[in-house]
């Protein structure tokens, strides 16, 4: 599922010279249901490769993609007359999408649109960003650790004998001793700040991050000190992203803070512990069966836990979570949503995320953002997606084919299963002219092929198996296939020149062994392909007289001028570089 709320979706979509091109305008129909330029550029862009035509033509990929689009929204329009959001999985799925949009619709509100960047920050910005920092650091896990020795550098021990120290072997030692190079925008906020204020060799004051304190050293710094007002603008996206995404960091978190202030959520680590230890239990195959995903812990850890399932695993200021609580909180998102249950660290972060997802949803609620445009416009393209997916399921999973349409698919498509014609040769290969001429004359003159291409042949895997190359078909081995497939076996060939694109890089002398005619295997060598394969076309026959019948009532219209207005990245980037950028909404 794509985030609702993409910052910068596209940098081509904010800044695109298609000025002319309406992100409102409709691109196609399906009855009264549109799809906007602006519906069609987000599917594109954001859709897997795999959902896309394999082909280098950008508009026969443009054309096909809106095609899918279009059969997804026939199936939906059709699985909504049937009623299928009606269900209540279907309904399960739109509460949590809602409660996420209204989440995200929240943020937009309190975070990102109180959030201004001036111009005078990204250009200070981009004179750092042309300075690369060759820092040393040292962690340590609590501040008064890393004051008192800091308080120790101030007395003059070097920095290389702090590191000598706590290096618990010679590779850590080497790890910490080497500077690494950094520019603006590579490190966490706070220590950022720091180390562009040291100079040669200074170590700074104590500073946190999210995983400690450190003590940096400023190793060297080389500075790029033509700074060109075209190359301000090629990374002014990349500065301005940067700068709010920290803004926006740094705002969230206190709103947080401040909404939660007098909850104090705590997380009951005994009861953590118990269920961490029942879901590892539960999980683990025996054998060599692959462990259960994360998505199916909860049905195989919850039957474990009936001793726990009253016990409280989070608790604020007015009420808790027991496990019961936070398992029905699981069970109500999608599948691929779900924690894992084994791993105690990233199981306790995730119980956080969902506390905090939780007042933010509330608040949410509370300005009744639930009837926000672009919720329910969020609300509706999920419920048309899971409607889609339920109507296509329903219309081909009960598709069945007999062992009499498999035999009349497979003598219809015969030419399908054909095993083409292939051939074998043995070869000498070596790298210049003359010596393959001279190896040519010796092999006419008697001299065994595969012992000299077990001394001779550059091609060495080959030349450990005497120089057979295997059988091939045609398209293989370039020039060297090519005349293979136009000689009588035994005939000897050469020397042949073998390219790697327009360069020569050697010759070959080689002699046809075997030539294999192309064949058709029997049906019942080939059976449950073919069976598999005469579904499949079984399903699309299905699926297209359901959508041409769908259309009788919901007709569909493309506007193919526009579609072909529309520049995607595919084509717009050709031939030049762009900043993509996608900020996520937390």
């Known amino acids: 599922m794509r985030p609702l709320y993409l910052l910068l979706l596209l940098t081509f979509i904010a800044c695109s010279s298609q000025e002319s091109v309406d992100d409102q305008a409709v691109v196609a129909r399906v009855g009264e249901r549109a799809i906007t330029v602006r519906d069609f550029r987000i599917g594109y862009e954001l859709a897997p490769a795999n959902a896309k035509l394999a082909t280098q033509d950008v508009a026969a990929r443009k054309q096909a993609f809106l095609e899918s689009t279009i059969e997804t929204k026939l199936l939906a329009v059709a699985g909504l007359e049937a009623g299928l ?26 975070v990102r649109d109180e959030i201004d ?18 820092l040393r650091q040292l962690l340590f896990r609590s501040e008064a650790e890393a004051q008192a020795a800091f308080r120790r550098v101030q007395q003059g021990v070097a920095f290389e004998d702090l590191a000598l120290e706590r290096a618990r072997s010679e590779g850590e030692l080497q790890q910490i001793l080497s500077p690494k190079e950094f520019r603006w925008g590579d490190l966490d906020e706070r220590l950022e700040t720091a180390a562009y204020g040291l100079n040669h060799r200074e170590v700074s004051a104590p500073t946190k991050s999210n995983v400690g304190v450190h003590l940096i ?13 075209t190359a301000f603008e090629a990374r ?11 803004k926006e960091a740094t705002h969230a978190r206190q709103y947080l803070a401040n909404l939660a202030a007098d909850q104090h959520p705590r997380i ?46 989070v608790v604020f200021t007015g ?70 997916t339920l109507m296509r399921r329903a219309l081909l999973d009960t598709v069945q084919v007999s062992e009499a349409d498999a035999r009349a698919f497979y003598e219809a498509n015969r030419m399908r299963y054909q095993i083409p014609s292939t051939v074998n040769i043995r070869e000498v290969m070596v790298r ?58 035994g005939e000897l060939a050469g020397p042949v020149p073998v390219k790697l694109d327009t360069v020569t890089v050697g010759y070959s002398v080689f002699r046809l062994r075997d030539r294999q005619p192309a064949t058709v295997p029997a049906l019942e060598e080939i059976h449950d392909t073919v069976l598999a394969d005469a579904q499949k076309a079984r399903q699309r026959e299905v699926l297209k007289g359901f959508l041409e019948e769908v259309k009788t009532r919901h007709p569909v219209s493309i506007n193919e001028e526009l579609l072909a207005a529309i520049e995607t990245l595919d084509a717009t980037a050709r031939g030049r570089p762009m900043d993509v950028i996608m900020t996520r909404r937390r």
């Open 85 to 110: 959001d009606q269900r209540d999985d279907v309904q399960r799925v739109l509460r949590w999408h809602e409660q996420q949009a209204v989440i995200q619709t929240l943020y937009r509100e309190v």
């Open 117 to 134: 960047v001036s111009e005078d920050e990204v250009r200070a910005a981009f004179v750092l960003l042309n300075q690369r920092l060759f």
């Open 217 to 229: 050293q400023l190793v060297d710094r080389k500075e790029n000190l033509i700074h060109t007002e």
């Open 236 to 246: 002014r996206n990349y500065i301005e992203t940067i700068i709010r995404r920290r």
């Open 268 to 313: 009951r680590g005994p009861v953590l512990k118990a269920l961490v230890q029942r879901a590892q239990e539960a999980v683990s195959r025996r054998g060599e069966e692959s462990p259960l995903p994360p998505f199916q812990h909860i049905h195989a850890v919850r039957p474990r836990l009936s001793d726990l399932m009253d016990q409280e695993l």
């Open 319 to 388: 009420g808790a979570w027991t496990v019961r609580a936070f398992f029905d909180r699981i069970e109500a998102m999608p599948p691929a949503s779900r924690p894992a249950l084994t791993n105690p660290g990233p199981l306790t972060m995730r119980i956080a995320e969902m506390v905090r997802d939780d007042y933010l949803m509330q608040e949410g609620y509370r300005r009744q953002l639930e009837q926000d445009a672009a919720v329910q416009e969020e609300v509706a393209r999920i419920r048309e997606e899971a409607v889609s």
């Open 432 to 489: 210049d002219r003359q010596r393959a001429d001279s190896l040519y004359q010796a092999i006419q003159n008697g001299a065994d092929l595969a012992t000299l291409a077990r001394a001779h042949s550059v091609r060495r895997w080959a030349a450990e198996r005497d120089g057979e190359l295997g059988y091939f078909a045609a398209g293989a081995f370039g020039t060297i296939g090519e005349q293979a497939f136009t000689m009588a076996v």
